[in-house]
Each structure stands twice: as C-alpha cells, then as structure tokens.
C-alpha cells in the first residue's frame, strides 16, 4: 500500500525535465521590517507554489531564492550583485522600498538581468536609460491622478494641495500639481506641513480666501485626522475632500462620525475587481490564513507579470524578455500593467475610498466602483449615524 501511494503521488506530481528556472530577490526576513515584509515573502511564495503546481514555467520548476537583507536597504547592491554573480538568478523581482529598490536596480542595469520593480513606487527607481528594470509597483506619481479627476467631474475650479513634509508626499503633491492644468483646475503652490501638525487653521484660511472648492492632501492618517477636527472647529467644509491617510480604519477611530464622506487614497483593496483579484485573496487565505495586504498584491503582481512575459517570449533570454516586457499590456490584481520610457509603470492607479455609514467605498475608478461619490456635507447638515 505505501508503494502505490508513492507511485500515485510521482504520477500526480509534475514532470520537470529541465533545470528550474531561479528567481532571485532580497527581503527583510529579520530585523525591524521583517514582520512588514512577511507579507511580500508570502505571495512569491503562493506564486511559486501555483506555477509549479501547474507544470512550471515552459516546463521547467521555478525555485525562489529569497536572500535577507536584515532590513537595511543599503544591503540590496551587494545582495543583488550576490544573487547575479554568485547564484546565477536568471530573473529577479526587487526588495522592499524605493531607496533598496533603487540599488537593485542599478545592479540590474549593470549585470543586464531582467528586474521587476515590485514596490520601489518613487520615480528615482526607474532612472532614465533605464533597459532592464520594470516597474508594477503603483507609482508615487499616480497617487493624485483619481482625485484630480472627481474634482474636475464634480464642476470644481479651484483646489488646493497639501504635503506631509516627507519625500513621498511630497512627490505625489508636485505630480498633482504639474497635472492639475490638465483636468481644467487651479492649484497654488503645494503647502508642506511637517509632522505633528495638530492646527490646519492657517491652510484653512488660505483655502476660503483663494475660493478653494476642493482639499487635496497626502500624508498618513492622523494627518487627515487632524485636518478634519480643525475643519469641524472652523466650520470649513469644502465640496470635496481627499486626504491619502482618509483610506486607513485608523482615520476613523480618530474622528468616529467625523469621517464621514472623506475620501482616501488607496494603492489596494481586497475587493477591487481587477484581474485575477479574487482567486489571488481566496489562494492567499487558504495558505496563510490571512487576508492579502498591499505589500502581497505588490509581490504577487510583480511574479504574474513576470511569468506572463516568460511565456510570451518563450524562455528567458534578457533581450527577448525585455522586449515583451516592454510592451506588454496586461492586468494583476494590483491593477493593470503598461510601461514608458525607462520600464516606469503607467497603467496603475490607486483608488479612492470614501467613508459612508462607516463603511469605506470605492468610488473611483469608476470601473471598480462598490458606490456612488457622496458630497462633502457641511457641518450643519450632517445627523448622527444609528
């Protein structure tokens, strides 16, 4: 009985003739980040168990080869140049963050091996004369395209734009304002606030006196928070208000009934109905007893790509694959997937969430919307949810 069991599950298994395919990576597996970047590790590995679960990639195994980088992002040049030099990874798929991003990457364009920029979101990963390098992760840039659009499709003239005093932030703000002209808007100089900030009065004031219709802010959630107690205080309710930190149950553990109708943006939602979305949250559940975050859908993006393009182009050959990846117009659950230029992504938005009753709805894109945009009711016309 127990050699026909072994028999069945040799039968059962897939037949790999060829050497397995290795992709390479660094992740914070110990040290601060590491409890942040389980999730990332997580979904390579469901991918990697899926593809050879279905025969592998051309019929050959995919193996992972995870390096730590103790959570230092300073690491990744030297563990990257590891992963090429010493382990001979064929393909590779980047660390966790932008600045251990960026070194990946450099390494990448030097050893012209093919790197998918899984969450370097800043602009600086996907450096000009970038060949090799292709970026999935939502870009910092896109975070303030869906706000820009329900201002204009709400009939406002005039918004302003507000920066958490953090590269980040700041990014996203100088993006919406270069795009804002764009979508029929005026917007001043983008205003920083630093960290801590607990009196918008003064952003307040400025926004009533320029005829402001709309407020515009990236930065975390008690920064939102904080904006709303100081609008409640002042009696200032713009037509539309989007705050990026808006988009965290944080927010309205803050302000409880105060959240209602802000809007906050949002790289990813477990319900958005994109590509492969939900057979990705149901997989990742049945394997981690979990519920995939960001950092998941960012991973598991980053491997469908890849392995879409190795199908594409037949094998692994840098040039061939750079070509398809190049080109390559597709969906993830994280969203869709299309590059310009130097490999920078420009197919995927962030959503935007809107709290009604409580509940944090989609409303834009509008292709993926769960409701319909609420307006920004002022004070006095706002009763207390039952």
């Not at 230092?72 to 064929?90: D, M, N, P």
């Not at 926004?207 to 107690?229: H, Q, S, T």
């Not at 100081?230 to 208000?241: D, S, V």
């Not at 594409?312 to 969203?335: I, Q």
Request: proline share 4%.
């Amino acid at each position: 009985m127990k050699r026909l069991f072994i028999a069945l599950l040799l039968c059962a298994a897939p037949a790999f003739a060829q050497q397995p395919i290795l992709v390479g990576a660094a992740l914070p597996q110990s040290g601060n980040l590491a409890d942040v970047a389980a999730d990332l590790k997580k979904a390579l590995l469901l991918w990697q168990e899926e593809v050879n679960a279905g025969g592998g990639l051309l019929g050959r195994r995919v193996e992972l080869l995870l390096l730590d980088d103790r959570s230092e992002a300073s690491a990744a040049t030297k563990l990257y140049e590891q992963l090429i030099g010493e382990h001979r990874a064929e393909l590779l798929i980047g660390p966790l963050g932008s600045a251990a991003s960026a070194g990946a990457a450099a390494v990448a364009e030097r050893g012209r091996r093919i790197l998918i920029n899984s969450t370097g979101a800043a602009r600086s990963v996907q450096r000009g004369g970038s060949r090799y390098v292709f970026q999935t992760a939502t870009p910092l840039s896109a975070y303030g395209s869906g706000a820009l659009d329900l201002a204009r499709s709400a009939g406002l003239k005039r918004v302003v734009l507000l920066a958490r005093d953090d590269p980040g932030a700041r990014e996203m703000a100088a993006r919406a304002r270069e795009d804002a002209a764009a979508y029929g808007l005026a917007a001043a100089e983008v205003e920083s606030y630093s960290a801590g900030n607990a009196d918008f009065a003064p952003q307040v004031a400025r926004a009533r006196a320029g005829g402001a219709e709309g407020w515009i802010a990236f930065g975390l959630p008690r920064d939102a928070a904080e904006m709303v107690k100081t609008f409640r205080r002042l009696g200032f309710a713009p037509r539309l208000f989007v705050a990026q930190g808006a988009s965290d149950p944080e927010f309205i553990r803050r302000v409880g009934q105060d959240a209602e109708y802000a809007v906050g943006i949002l790289a990813y939602d477990r319900r958005a109905r994109t590509r492969g979305n939900l057979e990705f949250v149901q997989a990742y559940a049945k394997k981690w007893s979990a519920e995939p975050g960001l950092l998941a859908a960012e991973g598991y993006a980053a491997a469908k790509v890849l392995e879409e393009a190795v199908r594409r182009a037949g094998g692994v050959e840098t040039e061939k694959l750079r070509d398809v990846l190049a080109a390559l117009e597709t969906g993830t659950p994280l969203g869709g997937y299309k590059v310009e230029g130097p490999g920078a992504q420009v197919a995927a938005r962030p959503l935007l969430l809107q709290i009604v009753r409580g509940r944090r709805e989609i409303v834009w894109p509008e292709a993926l919307a769960t409701a319909r945009l609420q307006p920004y009711l002022a004070w006095e016309m706002r009763k207390p949810l039952k």
